[in-house]
């Protein structure tokens, strides 16, 4: 992978470059909470942050998105919104890796969602390095690096930024540049490799994931599921704050008095009662106990047997999120018969 | 603005989203329906393009997603079998938004079709084995194109068992086409009901599962498919691993809440698998180590 480096200081200039390349948006503080929003200036931008409310994902699966429009003619696919440009800047490996886990589901496979492809191709996403904070697991989730699935990503070497060029769209965005971006030097690797392992000895939740699967099966009757599941408020925050929860919902709205109306997608959860309940009446789980269950079992056993790995990234969001204190980490450790380490 | 920096009229990334949407309903006008037992109509579709209609090809088995207008989308299996194209013959029970909204309609309506989707039955690795088809109650709508599929292919297949139950004659579906296959020599049709208030019912009186004692199933040599409520899928799988069955040789066909029918909006998940893609065919296998299954 093409490697440069990036002066900090010349940080505002790229960020001017980068209007070319469509609306600039990066993580602002909010009423207390960093949000990704469009930039009124570079200056509100928070680069050092430690995670989002809302993931990337809000870009590309919207919480709320209409599909089509129909009328007596039939449906007609809504384009409105898609071939927005934007640059997202200052993404986090852990999200750029919930991106990927969405790639697998929405972009790749026999059945490509092409709203989710278009955004994907017209949002641009330029990642940054972070430092982990006490909730932080994503590099027992393998998410603590990525190798794909941005145009730029930036590793703080001190003053520069080491830059990592993932697409051919983020090389035109360092050549719009001039010569901003500078060759990196012996020294810049060193100074990478020290603050690599930095970071790799600052974690502090630890989950081992192999074999968690299996650990799965065999506890399915594990009598802390009843626990969670009395706990549980059925609120869905975890579902909503997680860079890879992508169930949803689809509704038809009619308008007042004509044949006519939208086919809206929306966020959905798997810990929502309505969600395993067929027409009838049936629900395929039908316990709080069964769904929450079912939302680690499906994380961590189903994903894993489908794509291969956990479709979780350790962003430690639901943790934060969940307003019974439920931490996955925890629950995980516990299964595992481990102590929880936070 | 020169026609230079002119941005062409739809990017190249928004022309799947208007020409390969997976989520796009065809166009289908009901062109039948037909009572089969209360709240359960047969309904006949043809698609208004008949370039839709030349290229749809179905497995026995796949289900199609159902779109009406303002009442939303709702998963279908197909009766008809891939051997009778032209029109799709779904056999609706009348359970939710959508199905009432399409109750509603008459014939000459149009819908939204799209699919197929599902695995379906492996009739390639079928072929060559008997088959035996095992339906109680409604489970004959799933199961009904797997049945044509097989007699309209008979060379493909060797003996051929068909064991359909219900509660009562009234509760039965496609209840003529059923008897009228009875006297066919290619197949071993056996019918039962649980109770005949009527005393009209030429067939057995006895339990589905009791069927087993008049046919002649060779388990090393069969297949079977099965379809039903839970209740059938107990007594009947128990009488099919008693014969000596492989457990791979046993398939199942599951219903599940579903909103995409393509793998996306997680509603139909059955433990680690999605109905929608991984099923809604199922060997016995994948139910036992399946959670949540039946």
Redesign the interface.
Known sequence: MKTLKLQKSKLDFFASVLQQFGEVHAPVLKDGGYVFERLERWGDARLEYNRTILPPKKYFLPPKET??T??ES??T?A?DG??KKIVLFGVHACDVYGLNILDE??AD???????Y??RR??VAVIGVDCVPDEYCFCRSMRADFVEKGFDLFLEDIGDYFLTFVGTALGDDMVLATGSLFEDVTAADIEEYKRRSETKRQSFGPDVEIRDLPEIFEME?TNEMWQELGAKCLACGACSIVCPTC???????T?ELGA?A?A?E?CW?S?VYSS??????GEN??EAQS?RIK?RF??KQ???V??YGRPSCVGCGRCIVACPVGIDIVEVLNRLRGVAHVA | MSPKTMAPAVQPALEAVRLDNPFAPHPARIVGIQRMVADNYLFTFRFLDPEVTRSFAHRPGQFIMLSIPGAGEAPISISSSPTRPQVLELCVRKVGRVTEALYRMQVNDVVGLRGPYGNGFPVEEMAGSDVLLAAGGLGMAPLRSLLWYTLDNRSQFGELTLMYGGRSPEGMLFRHEMASLVDRPDIHALLAVDSDPTGSWKYHVCRLADLFDFADIDPHTSRAAVCGPPIVYRFILERLLKLGFSKDHILMSLERHMKCGVGKCGHCSIGYKYTCIHGPIFTYWDAINLPEMI
């Open positions: 599909l089509f129909y009328d039939g449906y696919p384009l898609l071939e589901v929405f496979g026999r059945y490509p969602d092409p709203y492809k278009a191709r017209n399915y992508y169930c949803y919902d689809v509704e038809d009619v044949c109306g086919r997608r959905d798997c969600h395993a309940r067929v027409a009838g395929f789980r069964d079912f079992y499906h056993r189903g994903f047997a489908e």
